[in-house]
T-cell receptor, first 115, second 114 residues
């Protein structure tokens, strides 16, 4: 079974400052990793995913994440945030080739961007 | 664009009522999921289905059942609603294709049980 821990439940940040959201996972097998974003009153939208290959993954809206197998981490970063990045962010894992491709999510990190 | 549509954005039901939450996807995806979202707990999987008439329990199936009679439709049923089932419910779908494991989510149904 997999599990995901998002180390910060809330992250306040000033506009144009960098932000890092931390995600650690636990799994006895290799995994695929995802970051999703949920804007207020909306469903989840995929930001980026790591399946294989380069450990640095670029996503939409200027976000990127780095897969670190030895530290079992998949931290999300953005060098300069905008007010519109205020949202909740979820890290998730799934097992490759698992029937159903079910995702296991972390508890979420709420980002509040201040002017 | 992939569309996952949940039948209601907001629902208010009474304790003991039978509640149906409906979800339809238009991309011919094999997999469909029901998650429950609560503050601080993230999304927890209730049930999922990887084929018509197939269903598997997720992490928190107690008090819920599901139905998948057609590929595009996945229903979540609360047999006898209770106040601790007040929550946001999210439906998702994904293809069963290698390296295309992205799940697409509906807008969510906020259910209040009074």
């Amino acid at each position: 079974a997999q599990s995901v821990t998002q180390l910060d439940s809330q992250v306040p940040v000033f506009e144009e400052a960098p932000v890092e959201l931390r995600c650690n996972y636990s799994s006895s097998v290799s995994v695929y990793l995802f970051w999703y974003v949920q804007y207020p009153n909306q469903g989840l939208q995929l930001l980026l995913k790591y399946l294989s290959g380069s450990t640095l993954v670029k996503g939409i809206n200027g976000f990127e994440a780095e897969f670190n197998k030895s530290q079992t981490s998949f931290h999300l970063r953005k060098p300069s945030v905008h007010i519109s990045d205020t949202a909740e962010y979820f890290c998730a894992v799934t097992r490759p080739k698992a029937a159903g491709n079910k995702l296991t999510f972390g508890g979420g990190t709420r980002v509040l961007v201040k002017p | 664009d992939v569309k996952v549509t949940q039948s209601s954005r907001y629902l208010v039901k009474r304790t003991g009522e039978k509640v149906f939450l409906e979800c339809v996807q238009d991309m011919d995806h094999e997999n469909m999921f029901w998650y429950r979202q609560d503050p601080g707990l993230g999304l927890r999987l209730i049930y999922f289905s990887y084929d018509v008439k197939m269903k598997e329990k997720g992490d928190i199936p107690e008090g819920y059942s599901v139905s998948r009679e057609k590929k595009e439709r996945f229903s979540l049923i609360l047999e006898s609603a209770s106040t601790n089932q007040t929550s946001m419910y999210l439906c998702a779908s994904s293809p069963q294709v290698p390296l295309r494991t992205e799940a697409f989510f509906g807008q969510g149904t906020r259910l209040t049980v009074v």
